[in-house]
């Protein structure tokens, strides 16, 4: 899964705790904490190579030639990330593709589930559904030890596909209004959609899960996971905002 911004909510960071601040290399004795990281760069890669796929096919759907090669970049950058995930996860002794599978039919489901009818949909879907996954991502991110940490933000960076869609939709809908609803929907549909995958593959698997909710770390949190439940719902209203729609 992508990075479409920065979220709004951001504050400034406190000061790091336990694994938080710690690197890779004394984080990783806790056998249990290896597993966590493993299947989060597994997801993430995967989520990258599936948002590489999906750009490219979105670019066949562009109107314009410029629209066809502003996609094809971003499918570029999104490749660039997957490479980056996938070489980690060399460099630390896991296999890459075995990394991988235990979420690929999630996230397989997930994206047939939602397939675009056309291109506004898919510029929508990017723009909301992949934003809901990088805040999810972010979250998880400030659990984790210095070095791995620094991965993953990096490759949530913007690959300037959410300023390319908030401009093609808002002109789609000012040049006809009532497209606005019939994409309002489809992003409501989104967010549900979205947060029912990444709660599943979270519950899925015992290390992710401990470490989302502080049992690896800081203690356990249920509470803060409602809590960062609630900042991602937060962040999507404001980007469908920006979108020119209503939450």
Do not use: C
Not at 109 to 115: C, I, N, P, S, W
Not at 136 to 159: I, K, M, N, Q
């Amino acid at each position: 899964m992508r990075s479409m911004e920065t979220p709004d909510n951001a504050n400034e960071a406190p000061a790091l705790t336990g694994i938080a601040a710690q690197d890779w290399a004394t984080a990783s004795a806790a056998p249990q904490y290896r597993a966590a990281v493993v299947d989060l760069l597994g997801a993430l890669a995967y989520g990258e190579l599936a948002a590489f796929e999906r750009l490219a096919e979105d670019a066949k759907l562009a109107p314009t030639l410029g629209d066809k090669a502003a996609l094809a970049k971003m499918a570029s950058a999104e490749f660039h990330h997957f490479e980056r995930l996938t070489e980690r996860l060399t460099a630390i002794d896991e296999e890459p593709t075995a990394a991988m599978e235990p979420f690929a039919k999630a996230l397989d489901d997930f994206h047939r589930q939602t397939a675009p009818s056309d291109w506004l949909e898919g510029l929508v879907k990017a723009y909301v559904g992949d934003s809901i996954a990088s805040d999810f991502y972010r979250e998880v991110a400030a659990r984790l030890d210095t070095d791995t940490r620094s991965l993953v933000l990096a490759v949530l960076d913007d690959t300037g596909h959410g300023n390319f869609a908030v401009e093609k939709v808002r002109a789609a809908i000012e040049a006809e209004p009532r497209v606005g609803g019939r994409l309002a929907l489809w992003a409501r549909r989104l967010m549900g959609e979205a947060l029912s995958q990444a709660q599943r593959v979270v519950a899925d698997r015992d290390a992710l899960s401990t470490m989302l909710v502080g049992g690896v770390a800081d203690g356990f949190d249920l509470a803060e996971v409602g809590r960062m439940f609630s900042r991602i719902t937060e962040a999507h209203t404001k980007r469908m905002a920006a979108l020119g729609l209503a939450a």
